[in-house]
Every structure is written in structure tokens, then in C-alpha cells.
């Protein structure tokens, strides 16, 4: 789909459905959160993980990820990858070392994989916390965004809502190419998201002009 000029495009079609494990449901359901989760507009693309406030956040998000079978793909610092058998454990929960002297950049390996799987019809998303530390911080990172808009593919926004219990995907977006437009729609795609801790959320706009 294409974009207007200054507007993202909100993507409602979500026609890839993945198989997810009710076990991982069930044990979600037990800690007295859900998961929404209703398929995928593309088999390629960024998922925004917010807001992120504390250590559950990470339990909470991997349950959600075997609950709908999401097999995305996240950063880690390379030389966690080295590391005999964690290194392979990481690689099998999805994890991609981030190879900083590359000349292209962490961006730009993200970008070319991500153009790459398009082309070759392989599914791959990047899914990441574009607030980069549970510590309080004046905006987000943007990198996803730069891969996203770079490799043409929707951007996904996740909430972990400890209001409601409830995780999983509210809304996806093609990017403009316009910061402040687009993020200006990830704030209200968020809208009444809470954190654990909400005063340590980021406020959703780009920490870089």
C-alpha cells in the first residue's frame, strides 16, 4: 500500500495467521494477562515493543511471543553470541548479533536482511523497545523507524498494558517518511498503554530531530 505525503497508513488487512501454542496462552492466562493477537498485514516488518518500565517485561513479552507464534528476530550485542551454548540459545530464541564495524551499521545490516526477505518471500520481523533501558529517557531510538521506512515494511506497535493485563499488537503502520506525522500516530495507537512503572516511560516521540 502506498502512503500519502505526510500521513502514515494505517494497515487494517491482516491476512498472515500464525500457530500459536496454547500452553504459552494458558500460562499467561494463569498470571492473569491475555494476548491480542488477530494475524499480520505482511510476512515483514518492525514490531515497536512499549512501554518499557521493568524486569517482567520481558517474561510477559516472551510468553506472548510462544503464545501466537511469533518468530521474530531481536539485537544483541555480539559478543553475547560468542558465548559457547548461550550464543546458540540466543540464535534459537531469535536473536541477531549486532556487528557495529560493519561500515552499513546495525541500521543498515537490518535494512538490507529486511529487503532481503522480501524479495526472497521469507518471514522475518525485527522486534525491539525502541526506548532502548527501563530507565526514564526523553524519547525513543530511531533505528526502527530507519529500518522501516529504509526496507519499505509496516511497523507494528505492541502495548504491555499492566492496567489491563493485556499484551499484543494494536495497530500497524506504514511509515511517510515524516517523523513527526508518523510518531504522532504511534502516540495515539498507544494511547492508554501503561507500564508497570509509568512515570519511567518515554514520552513517543524521536529523541533525534
Not at 89 to 100: A, D, E
Not at 150 to 164: E, K, M, N, Q, S
Not at 176 to 183: R, T
Request: net charge positive; with cysteine.
Amino acid at each position: 500500500m502506498s502512503t500519502s505525503a505526510h500521513v502514515a497508513v494505517e494497515l487494517t488487512e491482516r491476512p498472515i495467521r500464525l500457530p500459536g501454542s496454547w500452553l504459552a496462552r494458558r500460562a499467561l492466562n494463569l498470571i492473569g494477562w491475555h494476548v491480542d493477537f488477530d494475524g499480520l498485514p505482511a510476512a515483514q516488518g518492525v514490531a515497536v515493543v512499549y512501554p518499557h518500565t521493568s524486569n517482567w517485561d520481558f517474561p510477559i513479552v516472551l510468553l506472548a511471543k510462544w503464545a501466537i507464534g511469533f518468530p521474530a528476530t531481536w539485537w544483541g550485542k555480539d559478543t553475547l553470541f560468542r558465548i559457547p551454548l548461550f550464543g546458540r540459545w540466543l540464535r534459537h530464541l531469535g536473536g541477531r548479533p549486532v556487528l557495529r564495524g560493519t561500515p552499513q551499521g546495525a541500521v543498515g545490516q537490518m535494512v538490507d536482511a529486511m529487503r532481503g526477505a522480501r524479495e526472497q518471500g521469507r518471514f522475518m520481523w525485527l522486534a525491539l523497545a525502541p526506548e532502548g533501558t527501563r530507565r526514564r529517557t526523553e524519547g525513543w531510538r530511531s533505528g526502527f523507524y530507519r529500518i522501516a521506512h529504509g526496507a519499505g515494511v509496516p511497523v507494528g506497535l505492541v502495548a504491555v498494558d499492566f492496567d489491563h493485563h493485556r499484551i499484543g499488537f494494536r495497530s500497524f503502520w506504514m511509515m511517510s517518511g515524516h517523523p513527526s506525522a508518523d510518531f504522532a500516530a504511534f502516540a495515539v495507537g498507544f494511547a492508554g498503554c501503561r507500564g508497570r512503572h509509568p512515570a519511567l516511560a518515554a514520552p513517543v516521540r524521536p529523541l533525534e530531530p
